[in-house]
């Protein structure tokens, strides 16, 4: 569900980024947060929480519950990458902005082969 109201092309496409940067950075805020405090179960819960209630904030009223909670899992797998990969290895730009691409490529495939070029899977903000 991407983009309401935008003209799908470019606008989308940074839409979906920005969602994908504030998602790992979730995730890398949480790790600076918490440390080794608690278990990735723990933190895995408090993040799913967290996005689902925003989410559901936002946008339950524009989508079902199904596609709120889809997002919810989604943007959860990219915010705990931005939890985990902090502790197993260094910093490095290239790489966050090279998976970042990876990411997006991911969720332009899955659009295409659902046959959802123009609504998304993912709900941007």
Not at 7 to 32: K, W
Not at 36 to 43: D, G, H, L, R, Y
Not at 81 to 108: H, M, Q, T, W
Not at 109 to 123: E, F, K, L, N, P
Request: charged share 20%.
């Amino acid at each position: 569900m991407e983009g309401q109201g935008q003209p799908t092309g470019q606008g989308q496409q940074s839409e979906t980024m920005n969602s994908i940067a504030m998602a790992f950075n979730l995730g890398v805020s949480a790790r600076q947060q918490k440390g080794e405090t608690e278990s990735i179960v723990e933190v895995s819960n408090e993040l799913r929480e967290f996005i689902y209630s925003n989410l559901s904030r936002a946008y339950a009223t524009q989508h079902p519950e199904d596609a709120l909670r889809a997002n919810t899992e989604h943007l959860l797998q990219i915010a705990l990458l931005g939890y985990i990969i902090p502790s197993v290895c260094a910093y490095d730009e290239e790489f966050k902005n090279r998976l970042f691409v990876l990411i997006e490529a991911k969720i332009n495939q899955a659009q295409t082969r659902q046959g959802r070029q123009q609504v998304g899977s993912i709900i941007t903000t």
